[in-house]
């Protein structure tokens, strides 16, 4: 079992987002309440590319991670960034 705020595919996105921004096409992302997740697929990751014309690349990139799934952030309730990205096909414990 994973540690509460300690879990490996969480690192991976989190590094693979790291590597995105580095390279140009990620401006900000973020992870809220990161330190209580323990799966992957209870984890909202949010995002703002650093331009439109690198979504069709950033989406093909964190496909690499199982059950890839994002939306406009319209709510901007648990962020103020644009894309609202999760890895769950439904609800999957």
Do not use: C
Request: charged residues 25%; proline residues 3%; negative net charge.
């Amino acid at each position: 079992m994973s540690k509460v705020g300690n879990v490996p595919e969480i690192i991976s996105v989190k590094d693979h987002l790291d590597q995105l921004k580095a390279q140009g096409a990620v401006l900000a992302w973020e992870i809220p309440y990161e330190n209580l997740l323990t799966r992957l697929t209870a984890a909202v990751f949010f995002l703002t590319p650093a331009d439109q014309s690198h979504l069709d690349r950033i989406w093909k990139e964190l496909e690499s991670h199982k059950m890839l799934k994002y939306r406009l952030n319209d709510d901007k309730v648990l962020s103020q960034l644009a894309w609202r990205v999760e890895f769950n096909d439904g609800f999957e414990l």
